[in-house]
């Protein structure tokens, strides 16, 4: 059971433009959100987060919308740039478990195109 | 600088063999965890560690052991039950996720991870 999906498995957008990357979860118990970005043979870095109790975290040219109804999360990069190309994972975790049990998607690869 | 280590870079393994991969950690974090990569899919959860001496299955732990002997260490040990071993293996840190969200860091540091493939 897929409790964390991210159904583009690839994006490609033009350098300048907006990138969204859309990700969908069905466990209603998730309370905190994760986007990570990875680069070939290299482990993920954090990029941003977002509690349920907010829908909208920004940082930099970074910002992670959430929608507990439809539970659904996106992260808009504005303006792409080429070193955004990358594969991008979104997660999901329960608060207050003691070890954080990330519950990853299966990642999109963005490419940006100058 | 502060940040987590896997070693070694590349692993190859022959059948009937057992592995271990290396991780160390100076973060001074209490968790750890490993995770399994494989192309197409995303992190899967093989076991963590909240303290020393004490660790947990997560959702693949069949064919893999670990040890918390130590606060900088989790080693990881792919063994011959494991079928299919070849993947790539991140292992992470992280705070014990505090109970108040506003107060939440809840950040898992990977590694550069491992690749383990079968000879």
């Known amino acids: 059971d897929q409790q964390v999906k991210q159904n583009s498995p690839s994006l490609s957008v033009q350098e300048g433009r907006i990138s969204i990357l859309n990700c969908d979860y069905t466990n209603s118990m998730f309370d905190y959100f994760l986007w990570y970005k990875k680069y070939p043979a290299e482990g993920p870095t954090f990029l941003i987060s977002i509690s349920s109790i907010k829908d909208k975290n920004e940082d930099g040219r970074f910002t992670v919308f959430l929608n507990k109804s439809a539970k659904h999360l996106s992260l808009h990069i504005v303006p792409s740039q080429p070193g955004d190309s990358a594969v991008y994972f979104c997660?999901?975790?329960?608060?207050?478990?003691?070890?954080?049990?990330?519950?990853f998607g299966q990642g999109t690869r963005l490419t940006i195109n100058p | 600088d502060g940040g987590i280590t896997q070693s070694p870079k590349y692993l190859f393994r022959k059948e009937g063999q057992n592995v271990t991969l290396s991780c160390e950690q100076n973060l001074n974090h209490d968790a750890m965890y490993w995770y399994r990569q494989d192309p197409g899919q995303g992190l899967r959860l093989i076991y963590y560690s909240q303290i020393v001496n004490d660790f947990q299955k997560g959702d693949i732990a069949e064919g893999y052991s670990v040890s918390r002997e130590k606060k900088e260490s989790f080693p990881l040990t792919v063994t011959s039950a494991q079928k299919n071993p070849t993947a790539f293996y991140l292992c992470a840190s992280s705070i014990s996720a505090p109970r108040d969200s506003k107060l939440a860091k809840n950040i898992q540091y990977f590694g550069a991870g491992t690749r383990l493939s079968v000879l």
């Open positions: 997660a999901a975790m329960r608060l207050g478990q003691g070890a954080q049990k990330l519950v």
